[in-house]
């Protein structure tokens, strides 16, 4: 059977002026590596998006990071200058992606801006610059100049005994992870199950309530570390597994046409 296939919706990033649509090397990797299956860049478009188009030819969903934010008119809210730098193709890419992906039972997991923009596509709402809140931890990228640093695996989580998180990593309670993040979680979208926080209650991992597959969030970054951290490791197998499950069980159905939301 050939491999199945992922989506990765793409940021949008400048180079010499011109304006590229680009993912992230280290999700990919991660995803071949580990998960087993092959990726396919989303380009980022604020119109015209066939969603459906794109989903009919992939067997899962990978949503990865970025430096960027969603904006905040995404969540009700007005934009000031702590909200950003924002991607809007991304935002009207990814979030529909998220949607459609979670109605259609296919595979989804969110890394990072990933569950972020999770969250708001199921109507919760984001925080900025969460370290200035009381209470709340630095989770931003450590200000070291080697990437290995800035991912380093460096705070305790605690996932909910029981969860699809803590079944997903084969483990539960106290999990080390990276932590490279601005945002977080304010309020909880009503169709998310928050399954893991940190020690100053930020929330680091949430599951699809009611999802027909595989269908978390994580705010820290497994996709880094996925051939050598257990935990990582075993998140991106699951997702592997997930994903051939989907496509060998959606093979018969390729050739009959799948049906849309009118
Ligand atoms: N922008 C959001 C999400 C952070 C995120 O996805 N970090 C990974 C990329 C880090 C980088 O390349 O700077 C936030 O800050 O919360």
């Known amino acids: 059977m050939p491999k199945p296939v992922v989506a990765v919706p793409a940021d949008i990033r400048v180079i010499e002026d011109a304006i590229w649509h680009a993912a992230p090397d280290q999700y990919l990797k991660a995803a071949a590596k580990v998960a087993g299956v092959m990726t396919l860049i989303v380009p980022a478009f604020e119109e015209g998006n066939d969603i459906d188009s794109i989903l009919d030819r992939v067997d899962g969903v990978l949503v990865s990071g970025a430096a960027s934010n969603v904006h905040p008119s995404l969540y009700g809210k007005e934009a000031t200058e702590i909200d950003g730098p924002f991607d809007p193709a991304r935002d009207a890419t990814s979030l529909p992606l998220i949607r459609r992906a979670i109605e259609r039972g296919i595979p989804l997991l969110a890394i990072c801006r990933g569950i972020q923009e999770l969250n708001v596509a199921l109507g919760g709402t984001l925080a900025s610059e969460i370290q200035e809140q009381p209470g709340i931890w630095d989770h931003r990228k450590p200000p070291v100049p080697e990437r290995d640093g800035m991912y380093a695996i460096r705070q305790p989580v605690f996932v909910e005994e029981g969860s699809c998180i803590a079944n997903y990593l084969g483990l539960a309670g106290e999990v080390q ?3 490279l993040h601005r945002q ?20 680091e991992a ?16 497994p996709e880094y570390w996925a051939e050598t951290d257990a935990p990582s490791r075993a998140l991106f197998e699951a997702f592997g597994e997930a994903v051939r499950a989907y496509a060998g069980r959606s093979q018969g159905k390729q050739d009959m046409p799948i049906a849309r939301a009118s």
Request: aromatic residues 6%; without cysteine.
């Open 184 to 203: 977080a979680i304010a309020e909880t979208a009503p169709r998310l199950k928050v399954e893991a926080t940190a020690e100053d209650g930020t929330v």
């Open 177 to 179: 992870v990276n932590s």
């Open 206 to 221: 949430v599951s699809v309530i009611d999802a027909k597959n595989f269908a978390v969030g994580v705010q820290w970054h």
